[in-house]
């Protein structure tokens, strides 16, 4: 059975950094797609950044470019989130998800492939 475990969420300042991990277990995680999602209270999920199987192709959403970085380990079946210049329109909890490719190299999959979630971890930045 497939499970995923994040880490490193936390409070920190405006401003400050974080870097998260996900740490994967029963599936070949080098097929698959990696991603961040977020979900502030009140509001819906919405996808951060995802990383291709193959090539490690990335994407971001508009709202973290130049600020947030995705990488993948593949030797040790984990992906990270690096966040930096934090800002309280951040705060949210942030789920690390997996999901097979239409395309090895494609960083885009309908949101409705996630197949595998983590729990979630708190990321909270004060003013």
């Known amino acids: 059975q497939a499970q995923l475990v994040e880490s490193g969420g936390g409070s920190v300042q405006t401003g400050g950094s974080l870097r998260l991990s996900c740490v994967a277990s029963?599936?070949?995680?080098?097929?698959?797609?990696m991603a961040w999602f977020r979900q502030a209270p009140g509001k819906e999920r919405d996808i951060v950044t995802s990383?291709?199987?193959?090539?490690?192709?990335?994407f971001y959403a508009d709202f973290v470019k130049g600020r947030f970085t995705i990488s993948r380990d593949d030797a040790k079946a984990t992906v990270y989130l690096q966040m930096n210049n934090l800002t309280p329109e951040d705060t949210a909890v942030y789920y690390c998800?997996?999901?097979?490719?239409?395309?090895?190299?494609?960083?885009?999959?309908?949101?409705?492939?996630?197949?595998?979630w983590g729990q979630g971890t708190q990321v909270t930045v004060s003013s």
């Open positions: 990383i291709s199987s193959v090539g490690h192709n990335v």
């Open positions: 998800a997996a999901a097979r490719p239409s395309e090895d190299w494609s960083p885009f999959v309908p949101m409705n492939s996630y197949a595998e």
């Open positions: 029963g599936l070949t995680f080098d097929s698959y797609v």
